[in-house]
Nanobody
Framework: LQLVESGGALVQPGGSLRLSCVAA????????FGWFRQAPGKEREGVAY???????NYADSVKGRFAITRDNAKNATYLQMNSLKPEDSAVYYC????????????????????WGQGTQVTVSS
């Protein structure tokens, strides 16, 4: 499964961005997706997750501001980011895992088999 992210940019605090992740290589009906981010000098952390059923989870730091969605017809998942803060600046990665990992906590990075190359989000005035 290949994942390609896009949509990262420089944005002012309070602004919005929509990240996209397009998948190729396997049917997505049984695939769950996560968005992770990594800032310089920090560990990679989970931001949002959407299961193959469409159930969602979010990190506390982004609840109410970010929304993850999926469109199986387009083989894609999206991360809508609103009210962006400087601390949201990071490289954002899309990741995918199969149905066999459905009971593994979504923040477990090693439960995701496929990763995109990352897209840079910078929030600064």
């Amino acid at each position: 499964l290949q994942l390609v992210e896009s949509g990262g940019a420089l944005v002012q605090p309070g602004g919005s961005l929509r990240l996209s992740c397009v998948a190729a290589g396997v049917a997505l009906d049984h695939t769950s997706f996560g968005w992770f981010r990594q800032a310089p000098g920090k560990e990679r952390e989970g931001v949002a997750y959407i299961s193959h059923h469409g159930n969602t989870n979010y990190a506390d730091s982004v609840k109410g501001r970010f929304a993850i969605t999926r469109d199986n017809a387009k083989n894609a998942t999206y991360l809508q980011m609103n009210s962006l803060k400087p601390e949201d600046s990071a490289v954002y990665y899309c990741a995918a895992r199969g149905i066999q990992a459905i009971y593994v906590p979504w923040r477990r990075i090693d439960s995701f088999r496929s990763w995109g190359q990352g897209t840079q989000v910078t929030v600064s005035s």
